[in-house]
C-alpha cells in the first residue's frame, strides 16, 4: 500500500515540475487569456496555448514521439502539410478581386516585405550581444515574422529552425493580434494629416475570367522565377481556383470551413507542442520577440513610405496609409488603415483599397519565404 | 560561420530577398494590367443572388414561412 | 482455364472461411442488427459491427497491417489519437452547467467508479477459473468498462490491453445501451417509494466566466495531482474550452460535428478490426461480458447508495435515483434517472439534476483511467 | 505474477483509485464552489438570440420572407 | 552578390525546366480549362490537373517522398485508403432503390463489363506495337478504365500498376466526362428507332427493409465468392447502409459530404502527382488513352446488345438504350440514356430505369476489379 | 511472359472474370428477387417531410420571420 501511494505520489505532477514548466502552462494560460479576454486571433492563440499547457504536464509526455502533440507535430508541421492545407484554405477565402482591380498597388505589399529582410539582418547582429547565437537559417526563421503571416512562418520555420517554431509562431500571431497597437502610431508618424485625408477612386468591377486566371498566372509566374516558393504559392493559388471556377463549389466551400478548421486545430496543439520549457525559455526567445517587434514595425514604415512615394507619384490619388497593410495580417491591417482613414476624415473609406496591399502582401511574404528557402535552407 | 560572414550573407539576402519580391511583383502587376486588358469586359450584373440549389434549406423556409404566413392570417382573423 | 478456374476457387471466401471467421460475422451481423433495430447505441456499433465483418473476411486481409482496417487501428487506436479526438468532441457537446450549479452533486459521480476498481480485482479472481488468464493489465483494461464511458475505454485497453480491445469497446457500447434495462431494477431494489419521489430544487444560474474557467480548473487540479489522467483529461477540457470561450465558435462547430463523426466512422472500423476471429474467440471474452454486466452494476448500486447517503446528509434535498447516473453513459443513465423519478411520481423531473453527477462520472472514469495507467501501464 | 500478488495489487489499486477519484472530485467541488463565490454573479439574460453574422444565411431568409409576405399581400389583394 | 544572383539564377525555373515538365504543366492546365470550361468531372480533373502543375515544377519536388503530394500519394493511394473512402461516401449517396424495383436489369450492368476485359486483351495485344510493353498487370489495371468508374480504377491501379496511375486515372474521367459523346452513335448504330421509343412502366415502391437489406446480402453474396472484391464493394455497402438504416444520419451525411469532399482534394492532388513528366511521357500513355476509348465503346456496345437480348426476351418491356447505363458513369450515363430516349419519343423519360443498370455497373466494374486483383495481383 | 503466354492468360482472364460478373450479379438477383418476396409489402407513405430536429435553424427561421411579420404588419398600419 505504502508503496503503491509512493508510486502514486512519483507520479503527481507535484512532485515532477520542473520550474520551466510551471512558468510556460502560466504562459499557456496567458496566451488563452488573451485569446479570450483581448481577442488576440483567438483561432490561433488559443489551441497554441493550450497546446502549450499540455506540452508542460510532466511524466504524461503528450509532446513526446508517442503523445498526440508529439504525433500530430511530426505528421502535420514536419512534413509542411499543416501549413499547406492552411493556405490552401486561405486561398479559397480570399478575394483578390481589389487587387486585380488595381494592380498598381501590389508594389506597396512588395515594399512591406522589406520588415523580413531588416530584421535577418538584425538577428544575425544580435550575436554580437553575448549569451544569442543565432545560425543563418535561425535568422531567416526569425525574419519571417515581418511576413505577419501565420502559416507561412510556421512553414519556414519549420524548416530552417523547428526548434525555434514555437516562440516563432507565438510571436507571429501575437504581433498579428497587436497591429491595432503597433502600427497606428507608425502610420502617423510618417504621414502628414493631408496625406491621410486623401480620398480614392472606386475600384472598377472585376470579370470573373479574369479572376479565375489570376491564380493560374501567380503560379506560372512563381514556377518560372521562384519554385522553392511554390508549395506554398501553389496551395493558395489551388484554393483561390476552387473558389473562383464556380463549378467546384463543395470543394471551395469544404476547404474553407471544415477542412481549414480541423487543420487549424491540429497545427495549434502541434504548435504548442514547441512551448516545452526545455526548448522555449531561452535568452533566444527573447531576442525573437524583440526581432518580431521590429520586423512588424520596419515592415509597417517601408509600407507606408513607399504609400507615400506612390502619393507624390500620382499625384495624390493614393492614400500613403494603405501601404501599412501590405505587411499581410490580413483582414487586420487592411481594417487599421480603415480606422486610421477615419480618423483623419470621418468620409474616407479606404477598407476596400487597403485589401489589395493586404493580400499582396501575403504573395510577397510567400515569395520572400521562397527566397529564404533557396539561398538558406 | 563567423558573425562577418553572416552578416555579409544577410547583406546579400536583403538585396536578393528585396529584388526578388520587387520583380515577381511588378511582373505581377503587368500581367494583371495585361490580362484585364486582353480579357473582354464583363458587365457588372452580379445577377439576382444565385441561390445553391443542392440545399435543402429552402423547402423548409418555405415551409415554416407559410404556417408564420398561415398563423398571422388566422391571427388577424381574415 | 482449369487452373484458372482452380485459382479463382481457392480465391472465394466458401474455400477459406474458418469456423471462427463464420461465427465472428454472424456476431457483427447481430451488432448492426441490435444497433438498428433495438436502437443499441448506433453510432458506434454500427461502424464495428461492420469492422467486425470485414475483419474476418478471409483471404482479404482488410485488419491486416496494410489492410484499411489495420491502417485504421495503427494510425488512430494505437497512437491514441482516435479517442482523444472523440474526447475533444465530447468536450465541445458537454454542457457543465448543471455540474457547476451543484457541484457537491460530483461526489455521485465519484461513488459510481467503485464499479471499475471493484471488477479490476472480480477481474483478478477469474484467474482462479482454469482457462482464464488475465494479467493485472488486461484486468485494468477489463474493470474499465465500469466506467461506462466508451472513448476512455478504448484508451485505456489500447494502451494496457490491445488484444482484448474488441471485446472491451463491444461490451462497453452494448452495456451503455442496455442502460435502460440494467439500472431500473438496482435502482428500485436499493432505494424506497418516498426517496424516489424526492424532488430537487431548481439549479442556479451559471454564469459565463465561471463556465470558462471550469475546463481550466480541472485540467489544473488534474496536472497538479494525476498527469497521467491528463491526455484524456486535457482533451476533454480543450473541447469545452472551444465551446464555452465563445470566441472559437467554427472551431468548437467542427470539433463537435465533422470531426468528431469522421473519427467515429474511423473509430468504429478501426475498433472492429480487434473483433477478427482468433483474438475475439477466446473464453476471455466471455470473462470480459461477466464482468462488465457486473462493473455496470456496482458502479450503478455505489452511485446509488451514495445518493442514499447525501439524501440522509442534506435531509431529502437529493434524490438518490441520480446516483445512478453516475456511472456516466452519458447522457443515457441521467434519462433513465429521471424515468425512474417520472414513475415514481410524474411531475418529478431528475434530468437536469441527473446531469450533473452524469458529467461528473466522465471525469470520474477518466481519473481513474489516469490511476490504471499510472500504476499498471 | 501468482494470483495472490495480483489479488495483493488489485486491492491496492481499488483502494489508490476510489482513494484518487475521491480526492480530485472533493478538491474539484472545493474549487467550483470557490470560483463561483469569487466570480461576480451574472443575470441570467441569455439576451436575444445572437445570430452569428458570419453566415451568408440571412439575407437569403430575408429575400425569401419579403417574397413570400409579398406574395401573401398581393393574395389579399391589398 | 554574383554568386548569390547565380544561386538565385540556378534556383529558378527557367534553369531547371525539362521539356516534359514543360509539357506536363501545359496538360494540367489543359485539363484544369476542360474542367472548367467544358464541365469535364471538374471535382476530380481539377485537382487532378493542379496536382499534375504542381509535380512537374523543377527543383520544388512536390510530387517527391518528403512534398506534399507524395506525402498523400503515399499515405492515401499506396495504402488504398483514399479510393475506399470515397466508396464510402458513393456508397452513402448512391440511392439503390431502381435496383431493387426491378433487378432483372441489373443483367446489363454485367454485360457492360465486357468492355474491362476486351480491352485486358487489347492492351496484351499491343505488345506486338513496337515500343509498347504491357506486362500482364499493367494491361489489368489499364482495362479496368472500362469500368468507368474513378474509385475502382484508382485502387486497382495502385495495387497492380502504380506508374501508369496517372495515365489510367486522367484516362477513366476523361472519358466519363465524354460519355456524353462516346456513347450516343454506338447506341444509336445498335439499336432501332423503335426499340429506342419503347416505353417502360413505372418502377414499384421499395420499402426500408428491403433497401436495409440489401447492402448486407451484397457483402455476404462478395464474402462467399469473390473476397478480394471485398474491400471496394464492402465501403460501398458500408456507405450504403450509414444511409439506409436511418439511425445515424450524422455519419451518412458526413461521410458523403465533408469527408468524401476532403478525401477528393487529397486523392486528387495525389493522383496528380503520377502525371509527372518522366512517368507520363511514354509510349504506353498513348496506349492507355486509345484502349481506354476501346473499352468505353465496347463496354457501351455489350450493354446494348444486353438490352436488345432482354428487349426481345421481355417482349419489348425493356428499352435496350438502358443498357449503355449499365458501364455505369454514375449518373452520366444513365442521362445520355436518357436523352437518346427522349430524342426517340419525347414522352419517353428512362432516367430512373437506367439508374437501376448504372448503379448496378458500380457492383459489376467492381466484381471484375476483384477478378483482376484475385488472379493477376 | 511472352506475348503468346500473355494472350492465353489473357483469354482466360475474359472467360473468368465475365462469369464471375455473371453469376455474381445473377445471384444478387435470384437474392433481391427473393428478398423482396420475404419482406412485407410496406406502404409506400414517405409520410410528411421529417425536419431534423437537432438542426438550431428554425428558432432562428421563426424569429427572423416573426420580425419580418411583425415589420408588415406595421407598416401596413395594423
Ligand atoms: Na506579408
Ligand atoms: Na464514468
Ligand atoms: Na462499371
Chains 1, 3, 5 share one sequence.
Not at chain 1, 206 to 224: D, N, S, Y
Request: charged share 10%; aromatic share 6%.
Amino acid at each position: 500500500m505504502e508503496q503503491g501511494l509512493l508510486q502514486l505520489w512519483a507520479s503527481t505532477g507535484l512532485a515532477n515540475f520542473t520550474p520551466g514548466q510551471v512558468v510556460m502552462i502560466a504562459a499557456g494560460a496567458l496566451l488563452i487569456y488573451l485569446a479570450i479576454a483581448k481577442g488576440f486571433e483567438p483561432l490561433l492563440l488559443i489551441p497554441i496555448g493550450f497546446g502549450g499547457v499540455l506540452a508542460n504536464i510532466p511524466v504524461a509526455d503528450i509532446a513526446g514521439p508517442d503523445g498526440l502533440l508529439g504525433i500530430l507535430y511530426h505528421s502535420g508541421i514536419e512534413s509542411g502539410v499543416f501549413p499547406l492545407l492552411i493556405f490552401m484554405g486561405v486561398g479559397a477565402m480570399t478575394d483578390f478581386g481589389p487587387l486585380l482591380a488595381r494592380p498598381s498597388l501590389i508594389i506597396l505589399g512588395a515594399a512591406a516585405q522589406f520588415g523580413i529582410f531588416f530584421t535577418l539582418f538584425g538577428a544575425v547582429a544580435m550575436n554580437l550581444i553575448p549569451g544569442m547565437e543565432f545560425s543563418l537559417a535561425d535568422a531567416a526563421a526569425i525574419a519571417i515574422i515581418g511576413g505577419a503571416d501565420g502559416p507561412t512562418a510556421i512553414y519556414v520555420a519549420s524548416r530552417l529552425a523547428p526548434d525555434l517554431l514555437g516562440a516563432i509562431a507565438v510571436a507571429a500571431y501575437s504581433y498579428m493580434a497587436l497591429v491595432p497597437i503597433i502600427q497606428p502610431p507608425i502610420m502617423k508618424l510618417l504621414t502628414t494629416e493631408k496625406e491621410r485625408q486623401t480620398k480614392m477612386t472606386q475600384l472598377r468591377h472585376v470579370g470573373k475570367l479574369e479572376r479565375i486566371l489570376f491564380p493560374l498566372t501567380l503560379l506560372l509566374l512563381t514556377i518560372l522565377l521562384l519554385p522553392t516558393a511554390t508549395p506554398l504559392v501553389g496551395m493558395l493559388c489551388f484554393g483561390n481556383l476552387l473558389k473562383e471556377c464556380g463549378v467546384v463549389d463543395r470543394l471551395s466551400n469544404t476547404a474553407k470551413n471544415e477542412l481549414i478548421n480541423i487543420v487549424t486545430i491540429f497545427l495549434g496543439l502541434a504548435v504548442g507542442s514547441k512551448l516545452a520549457a526545455d526548448k522555449f525559455l531561452t535568452t533566444e526567445t527573447i531576442g525573437i520577440l524583440l526581432l518580431g517587434m521590429v520586423a512588424f514595425s520596419i515592415g509597417t514604415a517601408a509600407g507606408v513610405i513607399m504609400g507615400k512615394i506612390m502619393y507624390r507619384v500620382t499625384g495624390g490619388a493614393v492614400n500613403p496609409l494603405i501601404g501599412a497593410a501590405g505587411v499581410s495580417a490580413v483582414p487586420m491591417a487592411a481594417r487599421v488603415a480603415n480606422k486610421v482613414g477615419l480618423d483623419a476624415n470621418a468620409h474616407n473609406f479606404l477598407l476596400m483599397h487597403a485589401m489589395g496591399p493586404n493580400v499582396a502582401g501575403v504573395i510577397g511574404s510567400a515569395v520572400a519565404a521562397g527566397v529564404l528557402l533557396a539561398i538558406v535552407g | 560561420m563567423n558573425i562577418d560572414q553572416l552578416l555579409k550573407e544577410s547583406f546579400h539576402l536583403l538585396g536578393l530577398g528585396m529584388g526578388a519580391v520587387f520583380i515577381i511583383l511588378i511582373l505581377l502587376i503587368g500581367i494583371i494590367t495585361l490580362v484585364s486588358k486582353l480579357v473582354p469586359e464583363e458587365l457588372p450584373v452580379e445577377a439576382a443572388p444565385t441561390r445553391n440549389s443542392s440545399t435543402p434549406v429552402d423547402n423548409q423556409h418555405i415551409a415554416v414561412i407559410q404556417a408564420a404566413v398561415h398563423k398571422f392570417r388566422k391571427s388577424r382573423g381574415s
